[in-house]
């Protein structure tokens, strides 16, 4: 009898979370964290970008195991997003004499299924300056640590993006064009498992150099929402928002 009703909220559960009006772009199936920007839409993923700070906000995508089975040929360097006005851009001279790494938040591993996506991938749109020992470290092993999990069969959709965690006139800034170089970087990950049920996972990085991933760094999405003001995968039930989003949960 157990088992029967377990199964039977399960499938409520389900019933009511697909019945609820999704977005049609998979890449922000579950809502938009925020519009306060320029929303920028490309092949592979969906982004919010801030023009006076000339770096992307959020950037959203879903993550499946088809799309880590192609790799094209990288043939693309970074450069100006032609959807932007030369005033809102980051160009290449401003990541010149910089210590900084140029950190693809949505990941060119993870978008390698096509040779358009790629070439959107490199452009400064999608990319913020890290610390190159937090890139080549921990924030590498977390996309990795990903991308592991979706080949195992769950389906992923990915949101990330730099936090400014003090005053705007403190910000440290690259370049002639004055890139904000970010104080934190955030990665929230919400997942449908073989079994359809969903779970999250969310993490902060100091931009600075970080040996390896501790539990200092797994937040819940709630800390981030209060961070950043943003509504994480607000299209998903309020229950499952406050069931998902409360809990720290390491991936």
């Known amino acids: 009898m157990k088992r029967i009703l377990i199964f039977f909220i399960f499938n409520l559960f389900l019933v009511k979370l697909f019945s609820c009006e999704l977005n049609n772009n998979e890449n922000i199936r579950f809502g938009i964290p925020s519009k306060n920007g320029i929303i920028l839409y490309k092949k592979g993923f969906v982004l919010l970008y801030d023009k006076y700070k000339k770096v992307p906000i959020w950037v959203s995508y879903h993550l499946k195991k088809e799309y ?8 693309y360097s ?36 096509s ?4 070439r959107e991938v490199f452009y400064f749109s999608n990319v913020c300056p890290m610390n190159k020992e937090l890139y080549n470290n921990c924030w590498k092993k ?17 949101v990330t993006g730099p936090l400014f965690i003090q005053k705007q006139q403190n910000i440290r800034k690259i370049g002639k064009n004055k890139i904000f170089v970010p104080t934190h970087f955030y ?55 406050n069931l998902v989003e409360s809990k720290k949960n390491p991936l």
Not at 92 to 106: H, M, S, V
């Open 78 to 113: 970074f450069g100006p997003d032609p959807q932007l006005k030369k005033t809102e851009r980051a160009e290449i001279d401003d990541y010149n004499k910089t210590t900084y790494i140029r950190c693809r938040l949505a990941s060119l591993d993870d978008m390698l299924r």
């Open 142 to 158: 977390l996309e990795n640590i990903i991308r592991d999990f979706v080949k195992n069969g769950n389906d992923v959709w990915i």
């Open 187 to 241: 990665k929230v990950i919400l997942y449908q498992q073989k079994d359809k049920s969903f779970g999250a996972s969310a993490y902060i990085f100091e931009n600075k150099y970080h040996k390896k991933i501790t539990e200092n760094n797994v937040v819940c999405i709630d800390d981030i929402e209060r961070i950043t003001n943003f509504d994480f995968f607000d299209l998903l039930p309020e229950y499952v928002q």
């Open 68 to 75: 880590l089975k192609s790799k094209v040929k990288i043939s």
């Open 115 to 118: 040779k358009e996506i790629v």
